[in-house]
């Protein structure tokens, strides 16, 4: 019963840990692959 919430950690964890050593590369990927939502951002 506990197993299906040890494998939602697990997976909320590695999705926190890529954030956080991806935060850079993924603001310029955001950036090349979203052009419009960072305008809108700078508005």
């Known amino acids: ?3 299906w919430k040890m494998v939602l ?4 964890v ?3 840990s890529w954030l956080a050593s991806a ?4 603001a ?5 692959y979203q052009p419009e939502v ?3 951002l700078r508005r």
């Open 9 to 12: 950690l697990g997976s909320l």
């Open 1 to 3: 019963m506990k197993r």
């Open 28 to 32: 310029s990927t955001v950036v090349w």
């Open 38 to 40: 960072p305008a809108a």
């Open 23 to 26: 935060n850079a590369a993924s």
């Open 14 to 16: 590695t999705l926190l």
